[in-house]
Nanobody
Framework: QVQLVESGGGLVQPGGSLRLSCAAS????????MGWYRQAPGKERELVAA?????????NYANSVKGRFTISRDAAKNTVYLEMNSLKPEDTAVYYC??????????????WGPGTQVTVSS
């Protein structure tokens, strides 16, 4: 069994900052990439940011968050972080942690966290 524990969501004013964390634990054996997706009411789930796990740390950002959000990871802790700055009301969504990985007995697949609410409002 694989567990993804998310934290850091909450309510923040426009222009403020939040830091999301996601830690993978349990039977996870190998992680190839980790990232964050978000889904706002009435909209499709979209990629926010992703990062490869290992030497290189290749990153990918949605155009809407470039220059404002920063993704990072601690491979030794199987943890990914999303530093969100200059937050806007349109950033309001449920944010989901995503892991591209596998257990010792499974093939490569996507794992999903339960989601954490981020609300940007004055």
């Amino acid at each position: 069994q694989v567990q993804l524990v998310e934290s850091g969501g909450g309510l923040v004013q426009p222009g403020g900052s939040l830091r999301l964390s996601c830690a993978a634990s349990g039977s996870i054996f190998s992680i190839y990439a980790m990232g964050w997706y978000r889904q706002a009411p009435g909209k499709e789930r979209e990629l926010v940011a992703a990062i490869s796990i290992g030497v290189g740390s290749i990153t990918n950002y949605a155009n809407s968050v470039k220059g404002r959000f920063t993704i990072s990871r601690d491979a030794a802790k199987n943890t990914v972080y999303l530093e969100m700055n200059s937050l806007k009301p349109e950033d309001t969504a449920v944010y989901y942690c995503n892991v591209d990985g596998r257990t010792r007995s499974s093939t490569r697949r996507d794992y999903w966290g339960p989601g954490t609410q981020v609300t940007v409002s004055s």
